[in-house]
């Protein structure tokens, strides 16, 4: 009976420094690239930098992802000069799926393209800068001058950048789980 009550003493003081010092879930963003018009050939050769000033209104960190839809086209991950000529022939990820996942596996800059032929050179490419480590420096939610509406929405909102991007959680196992499961373990074990 002692050793049992030892055993259980340590595993609530282990499984308390647990609970106190780790997170109980991880959070990424995943981005919708063109809000609800989808990753589509702008209309107009005005808005061929649609995607690029999307992606810099925006912060990417390693594990977040972006979701491009689409219909009859492709999204490739390419090298700088395959982004500049708006040509690939062996990128890095291809996908056509119509319902793209792609998730940031490292911090560094990424380049997209359409896989579709005359699509990039209309301005279906976008460049993301994902960074190495999440800013402690909380940015403010308005800037003191306004930020241009994003090309890809229908009519300005105030609201664009919760449909941009949404939190999602990662791992959902909460540190009470964990505890739960050491404590079975230990008493019936």
Not at 136 to 151: D, I
Request: charged share 20%.
């Amino acid at each position: 009976m002692d050793n049992r009550f030892r055993s259980c003493s340590l595993l609530f003081s282990v499984s308390l420094i647990i609970i106190l010092c780790v997170p109980s879930r991880v959070n990424c963003t995943e981005f919708e690239v063109g809000g609800h018009n989808g990753w589509v050939v702008p209309k107009s050769r005005n808005n061929d930098q649609m995607y690029n000033q999307w992606a810099s209104q925006n912060r990417f960190k390693v594990d977040d992802t972006l979701r491009f839809k689409y219909s009859k086209d492709s999204v490739l991950v390419v090298s700088e000069e395959e982004y500049e000529s708006c040509r690939s022939t062996k990128p890095m990820f291809f996908s056509n799926n119509g319902d793209t996942v792609f998730k940031f596996e490292h911090p560094g800059v990424y380049y997209f393209i359409s896989g579709v032929s005359g699509h990039c050179v209309r301005g279906q490419k976008m460049i993301v800068k994902v960074l190495a480590e999440h800013n402690p420096k909380p940015e403010p939610l308005y800037s003191h001058s306004p930020a241009p509406a994003p090309a890809f929405t229908s009519a300005p909102s105030p609201s664009h950048h919760s449909r941009a991007g949404r939190s999602i959680p990662l791992l959902s196992i909460t540190n009470l789980s964990l505890f739960l499961i050491l404590l079975v373990l230990v008493l019936f074990v």
